[in-house]
């Protein structure tokens, strides 16, 4: 999707010899990306190599310890409350994951009752009640169909929980509930994590679906699709990076 004034609506993304160091050494160091808004960005390294911790420097969540990057024209670090404005993240482990005990219906409404109460004009404090819901519901359809999960196909419709819901039922889900805000840029953790060679595939064709619409899309990856995504590499550091999201954010400090 494109601006109201003909610009792209995705956030270009440049780094040049970006890093981020903690207590136990250097998470990743001397990464380098140009991405033109609506690119889609695979960052593409095995596990431990801090793919993650890029993923949440470039969206704001993690202050990097050396190089220069912009998101959106915006400058890290100094501009990091903003980016996470303009970012959303779909699915990071220990950071933004769904509650497998909730429903997808209550997944839902959850964001729509976030959304109103830190995401919405000021104008949308004089709709009605029914305004705002047909609004939401309006929404709701749109991201859903975005991120091409079908509800009515689910097991019990909006009452499938989570727990019950395959893995890549789970991930359109996560990029529907992101999508909500409109977002210039949306990341994803794992993207290929316990996927067979078929659902990677439809996964990327996907995350291609909605960068072609005009929204950033950042993924990790052990190994960057073949074709037109932007990709930047980690290399495995030289001393244990944090395990996960939460682990890296407790360590090097969450903004």
């Known amino acids: ?38 690119s889609l960005v695979a960052v593409e390294g095995p596990s431990g190599s801090g793919r993650t911790c890029l993923l949440l420097t470039l969206t704001g969540r993690m202050r990097p310890s050396a190089g220069r990057a912009e998101v959106a024209g915006l400058a890290l670090p100094r501009r990091m409350a903003a980016v996470r404005r303009v970012s ?57 169909t975005a991120a091409g999960l079908d509800v009515s196909a689910l097991p019990k419709g909006a009452g499938t929980a989570v727990r019950d819901l395959g893995r890549l039922e789970a991930l359109r889900l996560a990029l529907a509930l992101a999508l909500v805000g409109a977002p210039r840029l949306v990341a994803v953790d794992d993207t290929d994590l316990k996927l067979t060679a078929a659902e990677r595939d439809r996964v ?26 932007v990709v930047v590499r980690t290399e495995q550091t030289t001393q244990r990076a944090p395990k996960g999201a939460a682990d890296a954010l407790a360590e090097i400090g969450r903004p």
């Open 88 to 144: 959303a993240l779909a699915h990071v482990p220990g950071v933004a994951e769904l509650d497998g005990s909730l429903t997808v219906g209550e997944h839902l409404r959850e964001r729509a009752l976030l959304q109103r109460r830190f995401g919405t004009s000021p104008g949308a404090l004089f709709r009605t009640g029914a305004e705002k819901a047909a609004r939401e519901s309006t929404r709701n359809e749109a991201v859903l």
């Open 1 to 38: 999707m494109d601006g109201k004034d003909g610009t792209p609506h995705g956030a270009a993304i440049a780094a040049e010899g970006l890093g981020v160091r903690g207590p136990r050494g250097w998470a990743f160091r001397a990464v380098d990306a140009d991405a033109p808004p609506g």
């Open 204 to 229: 990327w064709a996907l995350l291609r679906s909605l960068a072609g619409a005009g929204t950033t899309v950042l993924a990790v990856c052990a190994e960057a699709p073949p074709g037109d995504a």
